[in-house]
């Protein structure tokens, strides 16, 4: 917490810890922020070197998720991140390029955050080529398959649509001529948003064998605690996961493709 004056950083402190428990103050607003910033720009630029990785060890036939839960056994110098279908909500997506644009006028060029975005919004396309892939193994055409999303809020047990990657997947998809549903508990319609009003007014379909059977390929974009994945590996035979959300349930071979 910093404040432009003492008197600001007094008053703002006695607000703060009638909430928090614990409020960290600093020298100034400008330290504040900063702070704010660093923290996404952190986390922005390690999930974009995970990502990375991901795409990498894909190629190599490497399963990621299985070298990051080896690597987080080091007791000291390495944090866990996780790959997924892009970056979402308020913060990491967007803040980071609050500094870029403002270190243009100190005459710095933001080298790290700017790559980190590049991979982070790259990773939509990426998981389409591989549901693009996941359809061919059987032998179907991504025009005209009808694709369900699961996950529309942009982390898992939130409802928040806010910056989600979904909707560039679910955007994407139709582009190539699929037909999109989604299916998220925590979000039974999807209310207008910014930049996706297209998609407002679109319900949540219901979970059920009868309806799950008939998609071609289902997309796991955010993995629901309240989401049964051992349903669904019952009642779907092509399965895009790009959480991971898939690890120890039975399924048969190529049903399954990690994104």
Not at 149 to 157: D, P, R, T
Request: hydrophobic share 40%.
């Amino acid at each position: 917490l910093g404040g432009v004056t003492k008197k600001c950083l007094d008053e703002g402190y006695a607000l703060y810890t009638s909430v928090f428990p614990d409020v960290i103050k600093v020298s100034s607003t400008a330290v504040a922020e900063f702070t704010k910033l660093l923290e996404n720009i952190y986390r922005s630029v390690n999930i974009g070197l995970v990502n990375e990785m991901k795409v990498i060890a894909s190629k190599m036939g490497v399963d990621i998720w299985e070298v990051i839960e080896a690597a987080k056994t080091k007791p000291f110098g390495f944090k866990a991140f996780y790959p997924g279908p892009g970056l979402g909500g308020h913060c990491i997506p967007i803040d980071p390029f609050y500094l870029t644009w403002k270190a243009k006028e100190y005459g710095v060029n933001t080298k790290f955050i700017e790559l980190a975005g590049e991979i982070n919004r790259s990773m939509p396309n990426y998981v389409v080529d591989l549901t693009v892939q996941a359809l061919n193994r059987k032998k179907k055409s991504i025009n005209g398959s009808q694709i369900l999303i699961i996950g529309l809020a942009y982390k898992a047990n939130v409802d928040d649509v806010r910056e989600s990657p979904a909707f560039h997947l679910m955007e994407t998809l139709k582009l190539d001529g699929a037909e999109i549903s989604y299916y998220d508990p925590h979000i039974p319609e999807i209310p207008p948003t910014r930049e996706h009003m297209e998609w407002s007014g679109l319900k949540s379909i219901i979970w059920q064998e009868e309806i799950i059977s008939q998609f071609d390929c289902v997309i796991i974009a955010t993995a629901h605690d309240r989401v049964s994945f051992s349903d669904l590996a019952k009642w779907s035979d092509c399965i895009v996961d790009t959480r991971n959300a898939m690890n120890g349930i039975p399924t048969s071979p190529d049903q399954v493709i990690k994104a």
